[in-house]
């Protein structure tokens, strides 16, 4: 990673450029081509440095509401428990925890009413009943960016 990844990735953590061409004014910012920032970004995503590109909305103020969930789950049903789970649109991410509840996962919906629903189908198709849920009642995060 050179002074020019460096700068892309500071760049885009805050400021991607909300225009018809982001990649060609990201170009301009740092001096090089569209093409090479695309190439760049690709090399970047490849090795791992940059996992995703995408913005991040208040739900709240988009009148969603959203949970965090940690279910119990045997590891002989990890996995088919994991791909349920991410097959409903509302799941943001989940992740695996060494922790008796192991699998955490956050899910937004329109109500509380659809989240409970949500909730009782993936418990209904994976037999996992031991799950939390845990409505967010206060925002605690941070906006975090690094500077390269």
Same mark, same amino acid.
């Given at each position: ?63 969603? @509401?959203?949970?965090? =969930?940690? %279910?119990?789950?045997? #590891?002989?049903?990890? !996995?088919?428990?994991? $791909? +349920? ?17 192991? @699998?955490?996962?956050? =899910?937004? %919906?329109?109500?509380? #009413?659809?989240?409970? !629903?949500?909730?009782? $189908? +993936? ?26």
């Amino acid at each position: 990673m050179d002074d020019v990844d460096k700068k892309i990735l500071n760049i885009i953590q805050a400021g991607f450029p909300v225009e018809a061409e982001p990649f060609k004014v990201l170009g301009e910012q740092v001096g090089i081509s569209e093409d090479d920032v695309l190439e760049r970004i690709k090399k970047l995503k490849e090795t791992g440095i940059i996992r995703r590109i995408g913005a991040v909305f208040d739900t709240r103020r988009l009148g969603f @509401v959203s949970t965090l =969930c940690a %279910a119990r789950v045997p #590891e002989e049903k990890l !996995k088919e428990f994991v $791909e +349920i789970v991410n097959s409903y649109p509302g799941v943001t991410h989940n992740y695996r925890r060494s922790h008796e509840y192991n @699998v955490w996962f956050t =899910c937004i %919906a329109s109500t509380e #009413e659809k989240i409970r !629903k949500t909730l009782m $189908e +993936i418990s209904e198709k994976t037999d996992i009943t031991d799950m939390l849920n845990m409505p967010a009642k206060r925002k605690f995060k941070i906006n975090v960016s690094f500077d390269f």
